[in-house]
T-cell receptor, first 111, second 111 residues
Framework: ETGVTQTPRHLVMGMTNKKSLKCEQH?????MYWYKQSAKKPLELMFV???????ENNSVPSRFSPECPNSSHLFLHLHTLQPEDSALYLC??????????FGAGSRLTVL | EDKVVQSPLSLVVHEGDTVTLNCSYE??????LLWYKQEKKAPTFLFML????IEKKSGRLSSILDKKELFSILNITATQTGDSAVYLC???????????FGSGTKLNVKP
């Protein structure tokens, strides 16, 4: 257990569905991140939040919509996704040590 | 464009062997380089390197950074099957609040 919890661990959705991924950290960190991990590709940064404010949007399509209601929670809302969006979505938090602590990821399959 | 390149992409060794994993980078205003180990779950933090020539060590794992030549190596001695994983390298520029990851090296240690 890393202190960063992601739910659900696995998600299968159709292209017309709407679903959400949730991330919660119990480490007292002030920054939270969404990364996308596809096979044989580097982790792709999607969004960064510092003290609930979005500080980075790495040209992510609008079918991915992040939400950060407080420093401990981060959501990724998904709608009208494409099959190429199937991947492992990793949440991470960062504290004063400047090290990312990752959750176990949400494995998303888009049919 | 900032980038991180890891080599080899995959490696198969036998228990007891010593392996060296490589990470080279091109990042403007370098701040730190991090190594992670990823099994079938959350990437777990191994080392953070900020200064050239200073070796970080933890048990059979060690790492060193060369800021002049822009690379780092991760050494694992007396490998065990439990070392089988993907090893990720990430680099953080100063004041950018984000990390650039390499594609990872997949290590398979056979009994």
């Amino acid at each position: 257990e890393t202190g960063v919890t992601q739910t659900p661990r696995h998600l299968v959705m159709g292209m017309t569905n709407k679903k959400s991924l949730k991330c919660e950290q119990h480490l007292g960190h002030n920054a939270m991140y969404w990364y996308k991990q596809s096979a044989k590709k580097p982790l792709e940064l999607m969004f960064v939040y510092n003290f609930k404010e979005q500080t980075e949007n790495n040209s992510v399509p609008s079918r991915f919509s992040p939400e950060c209601p407080n420093s401990s929670h981060l959501f990724l809302h998904l709608h009208t996704l494409q099959p190429e969006d199937s991947a492992l979505y990793l949440c991470a938090s960062r504290g004063s040590a400047n090290v990312l602590t990752f959750g176990a990821g949400s494995r998303l399959t888009v049919l | 464009e900032d980038k991180v390149v890891q080599s080899p992409l995959s490696l198969v060794v036998h228990e007891g062997d010593t392996v060296t994993l490589n990470c080279s980078y091109e990042v403007t205003n370098f701040r730190s380089l991090l190594w992670y180990k990823q099994e079938k779950k959350a990437p777990t933090f191994l080392f953070m390197l900020t200064s050239s020539g200073i070796e970080k060590k933890s048990g059979r794992l060690s790492s060193i950074l060369d800021k002049k030549e822009l690379f780092s190596i991760l050494n694992i001695t007396a490998t065990q099957t439990g070392d089988s994983a993907v090893y990720l390298c990430a680099v953080e520029p100063i004041n950018f609040n984000k990390f650039y990851f390499g594609s990872g090296t997949k290590l398979n240690v056979k009994p």
